[in-house]
């Protein structure tokens, strides 16, 4: 298959908006050229569809498919728990490490100030708080928190993930007019709903179970 019959992707729909965009701003383009484009261009298929929106502009470059990414290598158990466990170390204990840097340095100012030493005394705020967060993190380890903290993460990443894949597929149908530019929630819903019966769109993620 040619380059020209490979599927565009939203980036590449995105590039193409951008592109005539400019045209538009340096005078090549009419409003209603550039608004009937802009609404080729997001209900594009293929690299020819975003093509053929290009050709008569002497300033567009033609979009270039990105090369696709090798995959991620898989990780072991033992790496997968090291790295879960020192993202959850780091969620529990980067407040008190801030707070550490920044109570450190006003003493440290004020000892180099008076030319004498001067207790620590962030030690009270530090050393208190610091015993809460290791009673917390001994507790957290041995219940699990930090694989419970991994898939929550991951649920916050696939939750913005299918925000972003929703947004393209509304500014596609606002620009193909199968929406209106300012859709009711009900309306939004029923797309929606359609969009993932279709598969265009992969259902909502679900929050991981606690429980597991």
Same mark, same amino acid.
């Given at each position: ?68 990414? =090798?995959?991620?290598? @898989?990780?072991?158990?033992?790496? %997968?728990?090291?790295? /879960?466990? *020192?993202?959850?170390?780091? !969620? ?35 050393? =208190?708080?610091?015993? @809460?967060?290791?009673?917390?993190? %001994?507790?957290?380890? /041995?219940? *699990?928190?930090?694989?419970? !903290? ?63």
């Amino acid at each position: 298959m040619g380059r020209e019959g490979m599927r565009a992707a939203d980036e590449d729909r995105r590039k193409v908006a951008e592109q005539l965009q400019l045209a538009l701003e340096e005078g090549r383009l009419d409003l209603t050229e550039y608004d009937e484009r802009v609404q080729g261009a997001y209900s594009a298929k293929t690299y020819a569809d975003l093509d053929r929106l290009l050709t008569d502009l002497p300033n567009a470059a033609p979009i270039v498919p990105a090369a696709p990414q =090798p995959p991620s290598p @898989v990780m072991t158990g033992d790496k %997968a728990t090291e790295k /879960a466990t *020192g993202a959850w170390m780091a !969620h529990v204990w980067g407040a008190w490490a801030k707070a550490a840097v920044f109570f450190t340095l006003i003493w440290g100012v004020a000892a180099l100030a008076s030319n004498e030493t001067i207790f620590y005394w962030p030690v009270w705020v530090l050393g =208190p708080w610091g015993v @809460v967060l290791l009673l917390r993190t %001994a507790g957290g380890l /041995a219940q *699990g928190e930090p694989r419970k !903290h991994a898939a929550e993460q991951e649920h916050r990443r696939r939750l913005r993930e299918h925000k972003r894949d929703r947004k393209a597929l509304y500014n596609r149908a606002i620009a193909a007019g199968e929406l209106p530019a300012k859709p009711t929630k009900e309306q939004r819903k029923a797309f929606i709903a359609e969009a993932v019966s279709r598969g265009d769109l992969p259902p909502k993620p679900r929050r991981p179970a606690t429980g597991e």
